[in-house]
């Protein structure tokens, strides 16, 4: 399992929502990196974040990664289906590839 900060950072995508809502999705760099994914698991479903917070465990055809927050926030809301399909995460799409929003309180 890789825990990196440098990488978990490359492995994601960020993207603004309605005001002040942050959405943080699986990038490309993670699906190289990974491989089909086989499993996710969430570290944490809701509440206040810190910068490297370890958020999920990402288990790909390859290797595995431990994801960490890009940046400190509160999580409003996750995409709970990637525990049942963890397929999502492999190819782009921002309806289905996302992993959780979040609010700089």
Do not use: C, Y
């Amino acid at each position: 399992m890789i825990d990196k900060p440098e990488l978990s950072a490359t492995a994601l995508w960020l993207a603004p929502q309605e005001a002040g809502v942050i959405r943080i999705g699986f990038a490309d760099d993670g699906r190289e990196l990974l491989g089909p994914v086989t499993q996710v698991a969430w570290l944490v479903k809701s509440g206040n974040l810190e910068l490297g917070t370890p958020f999920m465990t990402v288990k790909g055809a390859k290797d595995g990664l431990v994801l960490r927050t890009p940046f400190a926030g509160r999580i409003v809301r996750i995409n709970t289906g990637l525990v049942d399909h963890p397929e999502w995460l492999d190819h782009r799409n921002d309806e289905l590839d996302w992993l959780f929003d979040v609010v700089d309180d």
